[in-house]
């Protein structure tokens, strides 16, 4: 049985490079392996690049992006628990980024949120507290997964890209469906950075129509 308790190698790591959470290597993989954010460059776009993150705490993904873009994007995150302030370094202090503590399905925090877009990029790592039922949490993933698919069927632009954990075992075909009809491209993939033992798994729904 896998020990959540002991840091194991990617966590030691992700705070030995300033983040909180082991998460940021999923993150960095699936940017690899898609071409989520717009790589560097000395030019600066005249708008900047907008990403929503839901389910941001303590906050590795978004300062992943924050690190990534600098002045080039603006980032909206939201999620029930606060943000760890350990390793931001003054990032979540910028005028590029807005944080809202609440719950994503309330409609002040969907207001919030939706109020910041239109985005470029919708980033999802929602997952319910588990219960240790895996069917029970199998249900609530979905269910946040439908709720980031909404989501992005609302605040993101044409052309835009989402990715979105979900926990394997429920209707993951239906919610696919739902991601080829909304994106010109709709795919999972499972990072390596995920726990072996981890039964999470990402959809991608690029270039939205
Ligand atoms: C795996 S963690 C996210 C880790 C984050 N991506 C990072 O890199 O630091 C999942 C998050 O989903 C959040 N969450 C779950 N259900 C939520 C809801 N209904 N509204 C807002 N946040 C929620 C949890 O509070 C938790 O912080």
Do not use: H
């Not at 992943?64 to 370094?89: E, H, N, T, W």
């Not at 609440?102 to 207001?111: A, L, P, V, Y």
């Not at 605040?155 to 919610?175: E, H, I, R």
């Not at 739902?178 to 795919?187: A, H, N, P």
Request: charged share 25%; aromatic share 12%; with cysteine.
């Amino acid at each position: 049985m896998a020990n959540y308790g002991k840091p194991d190698f990617w966590a030691l790591k992700s705070q030995k490079e300033g983040y909180p959470a082991r998460s940021v290597y999923k993150l960095r993989e699936l940017n690899e392996k898609f071409g989520l954010l717009p790589a560097g460059g000395s030019c600066r776009p005249s708008s900047p690049f907008r990403v929503l993150d839901l389910g941001a705490a303590p906050g590795s993904w978004s300062l992943y992006v924050l690190r990534i873009l600098g002045d080039r994007g603006f980032l909206a995150a939201g999620d029930i628990s606060p943000l760890s302030r350990r390793y931001d370094q003054g990032l979540f202090d910028r005028d590029n980024f807005f944080f809202i503590q609440g719950d994503i399905t309330s409609e002040d925090t969907r207001d919030a949120l939706l109020s910041r877009g239109p985005y470029r990029l919708l980033l999802s790592d929602l997952a319910p507290a588990t219960t240790g039922s895996r069917q029970v949490d199998t249900l609530r993933s979905l269910s946040l997964a439908e709720t980031a698919l909404d989501y992005a069927g609302d605040a993101l632009a044409q052309g835009g890209s989402m990715a979105v954990k979900v926990f394997q075992g429920g209707d993951t075909a239906s919610l696919l469906k739902r991601i080829r009809e909304l994106f010109r491209t709709g795919k999972s993939f499972k990072p390596q950075a995920c726990r072996r033992e981890s039964f999470e798994t990402y959809y991608i729904g690029l270039d939205k129509k």
